[in-house]
């Protein structure tokens, strides 16, 4: 039975590295840490039992984030260039990741390495960690023996998607948060609130004005089981709709239309772009063959719409057609970069050009995001008050009626 153990190590300059392996017993992995070159200090097995055991929880403990990947990759790429075999550089980088997780992943592709398979094939064999454009791009590293400028190519690449993701979300983060608890507080007016003034309103002998009438409506239908038949029609709603965009005619039109909205329509819209952009530049600059880099940014693109776009500039190029006329006919493309892939097609600098087309989208994300925060702030600021200030003001209109009613 393969156990796990902790160890520490010294390597020959006299570093201490810490980390665990998996062995049959304690004496074949002192043995294969002093093959790598380590001088063994401790060496202990794990507990698996009680409450030493991982919990292993498919989705939460053994996710691994699209930030890890990339510190990983920009590591592995500046050992692999100073000089380190890759199985001595993912032996290192598996002792200093913090996730267990993606250790194992490392410990297994190292592994793999070993036993003779190329590296590409034993990322491969991770596909939920190391995705195609990753895998595809290592492979072309390695036809070509440029294993280590690839590498950086691609940790520079997963570094900029990490940064776009994060402005991204970042911008609707701050809406979602506000909006959420302009819910709540809405809620808790309703529920621990209205109630009280409503008991007050019985003791009153004259009509309720309409806003008033609403609200006790809203607050009757929240404090009774009305309430969880709203909550199971709008679980319903959500159901229907992730159920619909699930299909290829739903997520088509889904996709167009977050393309499309006045807010975070062009946005989303630049961000495919950058991705776009920057996927297809890592591709082509790592030798990768045009059509397959086009397969593969389609499927990486995240939009339906962008995809169905990027096929339809294959199967041009397959015709011998040039990149830049599907796009200019496409609406999806704008001209800025409709041209700039017509100069890099002139100038034999495609990849070259795809980048700095990438670069200036990233530029527009940067400052539509800037835009969105100055705009969205005082905006949904207005709307807490607005909400909260209707609230208060429909619960005081019966005062002034009923002051209005005994003159």
């Not at 835009?371 to 200030?389: R, T």
């Amino acid at each position: 039975m393969t156990t796990t153990f902790d160890y520490k190590v010294r390597d020959r300059s006299g570093n201490l590295i810490e980390g665990s392996l998996e062995g049959d017993n304690l004496g074949l992995v002192v043995g294969r840490l002093r093959s790598m070159g380590y001088l063994p200090v401790s060496v202990t097995p794990v507990s698996s039992s009680g409450l030493h055991a991982d919990i292993v929880i498919p989705g939460i403990t053994d996710r691994i984030s699209g930030k890890d990947v990339a510190v990983f990759t920009r590591q592995f790429a500046t050992m692999v260039d100073s000089g380190l075999s890759i199985t001595r550089a993912l032996t290192v980088l598996s002792a200093q990741v913090q996730s267990k997780h993606f250790a194992k992943v490392l410990r297994d592709v190292r592994d793999g390495v070993e036993a003779g398979r190329p590296l590409s094939e034993a990322l491969a064999s991770h596909p939920k960690v190391f995705d195609e454009l990753y895998v595809s791009m290592v492979r072309a590293g390695e036809l070509g023996g440029s294993i280590d400028l690839v590498l950086k190519s691609v940790a520079t690449q997963l570094e900029k998607q990490v940064a776009l993701v994060r402005k991204v979300r970042g911008a609707m983060m701050y809406p979602v948060v506000v909006v959420s608890v302009i819910t709540l507080l809405f809620v808790a007016m309703m529920v621990l609130v209205v109630p009280v003034f409503k008991h007050l309103f019985g003791t009153l002998d004259a009509p309720l004005p309409t806003p008033t009438r609403v609200v006790i409506a809203i607050s009757n239908t929240l404090v009774t089981w009305h309430a969880a038949v709203v909550v199971a029609a709008l679980l319903l709603v959500v159901l229907g709709i992730r159920r619909w965009i699930s299909s290829e005619k739903g997520r088509m039109r889904w996709d167009g239309w977050k393309l499309r909205p006045p807010v975070f329509g062009p946005l989303a819209h630049k961000a495919s772009l950058a991705r776009f952009s920057f996927t297809l530049s890592s591709l082509v600059s790592a030798g990768v063959p045009v059509l397959e880099a086009l397969d593969i940014v389609g499927r990486a693109s995240g939009n339906a719409v962008v995809a169905a776009s990027t096929a339809r500039i294959k199967h041009a190029v397959r015709e011998g057609r040039s990149f830049a006329e599907p796009m200019r006919a496409d609406p999806v493309f704008p001209q800025l970069i409709v041209q700039m892939v017509e100069v890099g097609e002139q100038t034999g600098a495609l990849d070259d050009m795809l980048g700095k087309a990438g670069a200036y989208f990233q530029g527009e994300v940067d400052q539509t995001v800037e835009n969105l925060s100055s705009i969205l702030e005082p905006l949904l600021v207005v709307v807490m008050g607005a909400v909260v200030g209707a609230v208060i003001i429909s619960l005081y209109l019966p005062m002034l009626t009923y002051i209005k009613y005994i003159h």
